[in-house]
């Protein structure tokens, strides 16, 4: 299987930076693509950055030119940078892993997720 491990959540100010890494172990070589989605209290899980399996990233657009996600596919760890950050912003971000079909078939899961961590941003 895959495990995913967060950190780099806090409490920041409005504006403030953060930055958030997800390294992956275990199986690596099962899951493609990488990334972000977060959770706010009361509200969907929703994507914020990913790496999709081919490679090419995406942001979303509430965080575009704040947020930026890169990648180490050496380290198998994928980070993601944010600035100036709104109150919006507060949620436990959870990064993700995703198993392709034919890839690993043996697991059950085809998405593995990280055990979140909580960022918080004062106003």
């Known amino acids: 299987q895959v495990q995913l491990v967060e950190s780099g959540g806090g409490l920041v100010q409005a504006g403030g930076s953060l930055r958030l890494s997800c390294t992956a172990s275990?199986?690596?070589?099962?899951?493609?693509?990488m990334g972000w989605f977060r959770q706010a209290l009361g509200k969907e899980r929703e994507l914020v950055a990913t790496?999709?399996?081919?490679?090419?990233?995406y942001v979303a657009d509430s965080v575009k030119g704040r947020f930026t996600i890169s990648k180490d596919d050496a380290k198998n760890t994928v980070t993601l940078q944010m600035i100036s950050l709104k109150a919006e912003d507060t949620a436990v971000y959870y990064c993700?892993?995703?198993?392709?079909?034919?890839?690993?078939?043996?697991?059950?899961?085809?998405?593995?997720w990280g055990q979140g961590t909580q960022v918080t941003v004062s106003s």
């Open positions: 993700h892993g995703n198993r392709p079909p034919g890839r690993c078939d043996w697991s059950p899961k085809e998405v593995f």
């Open positions: 275990g199986d690596t070589n099962c899951i493609t693509g």
């Open positions: 790496f999709w399996d081919r490679g090419d990233a």
